[in-house]
């Protein structure tokens, strides 16, 4: 069993920042890749970026220049810092991991439960 969990998110008013962390626990082998997303009330649920466990790193055109994602290794967790937030960053940020457990020779997709991050103007 595999389990992502989230924290970091909250109230924060526009141009202020926050950070979120994802830790991956329970029976896991190896880490492709993690990263974030994001679904705003009515919309589909939307890549923020992700980082590949031998450091590569993309991310949406709309953070590009505030958001940085990061990661370390060795405590299977990935961060985003979140600068310059607007209202439109206004969001559950869902945590994604591409991991091999040790009870499978696949790759699977896992998700947090996702945390709330509310920007006001």
């Given amino acids: 069993q595999v389990q ?6 909250g109230l924060v008013q526009a141009g202020g920042s926050l950070r979120l962390s ?7 082998f190896s880490i492709n890749a993690m990263g974030w997303y994001r679904q705003a009330p009515g919309k589909q649920r939307e890549l ?3 980082i590949t466990s031998s450091g590569n ?4 055109d709309s953070v590009k220049g505030r958001f940085t994602i990061s ?14 937030l607007k209202p439109e960053d206004t969001a559950v940020y869902y ?4 991991i ?5 020779s696949r790759y699977m997709d896992y998700w947090g439960i996702g945390t709330l991050v509310t920007v006001s103007s």
Avoid: F, P, Q
């Avoid at 992502?4 to 998110?9: D, I, K, P, Q, Y």
């Avoid at 790193?57 to 949406?60: G, I, V």
């Avoid at 990661?71 to 310059?84: F, G, I, R």
């Fill in 4 to 9: 992502l969990v989230e924290s970091g998110g």
């Fill in 22 to 28: 994802c830790a991956a626990s329970g029976s896991i």
């Fill in 48 to 50: 923020v970026a992700a």
């Fill in 57 to 60: 790193t993309n991310s949406a």
């Fill in 71 to 84: 990661s370390d290794n060795a405590k299977n967790t990935v961060y985003l810092e979140m600068n310059s």
């Fill in 95 to 98: 945590c994604n991991a591409n």
């Fill in 100 to 104: 091999r457990s040790r009870w499978s």
